[in-house]
């Protein structure tokens, strides 16, 4: 296998996807990671994916077709996902975007969504599931798999990441656990927005493997199940944030979860406390 490409090539089309990213909240960065890296994820997510953690989640019900499978915080249990969060692009591509003086890494999220899968990602914003505030803060989609609407692609509602709302957490599945913890949040739950998807404008990214996608932690997204016969829906979603982040201490987030506490021992971080600790490693600069 080829060298791992570590370095972020900044083209003319990368700039136009950063300047998107900024107006719209959501954007596709095309061709950012090689197939040397494609190849070296596809293997790893197959090993959780036969060997799931304590923390996964099955979200589709037993005897159901399909299988939708999350997973959180993998490079804490894999050494190819670590490699991946530390030394891939996606660390300089973050601090280009969000032109912070330091990066840090908060968690990794795998979303696999196999063929006749019907289980959909529900709307929400990222942030209100998070113990974080601040300016800094950045979600990156990165698919293992050619993706398009028909076999779950991401929607997101364009500029919503400058809604003055912040909305409630929306568990992914009724029984993953997740629902009771949000329900302490007491926040507003989310609009219907499939009642009304008229009267918004959507983005819709169809990716190859090595495109990514950026976006806001406030921008509204979900996406459908995986109606295709054969294709695969693998994808994971990478959490950073940068200068000027908080801790927020404030009840019904997900890392209130004790599956998911067992993965971060000695984390005792308080309300407004910066969140310097090697759970959420420094990336940048390097």
Known sequence: MKPLQNTLEIKKDTKEAIKDYHKDGASVVRGVLSLEWISLMRKAVQRILDQPGNASVEYTPAGEQ?????????????????????????????????????????????????????????????????????PNILSIWVPFDPINCQNGGVSFIKGSHRWKERYAPTAFGKDSGFGEIYEKMGWEPLPDFEKEKKSYCWLNFATEPGDVIIFHPLTIHGSGGNLSVKERRRALAMRYFGDDTLWDSRPGTFIEKDTLRDLLPGLNLNDGDVPNSPLFPLLWPS
């Open 66 to 134: 399909g299988r939708f499978y999350g997973d959180f915080f993998l490079w804490r249990q894999d050494a190819d996902f670590e490699k991946f969060m530390r030394f891939s692009p996606l660390p300089e591509l973050v601090a280009t975007v969000m032109e912070s003086s330091k990066i840090h890494f908060f968690y990794d999220q795998l979303l696999v969504k196999e063929p006749k899968t019907k289980e959909i990602t529900p709307w929400h914003q990222d942030l209100p599931y998070w113990p974080l505030r601040g």
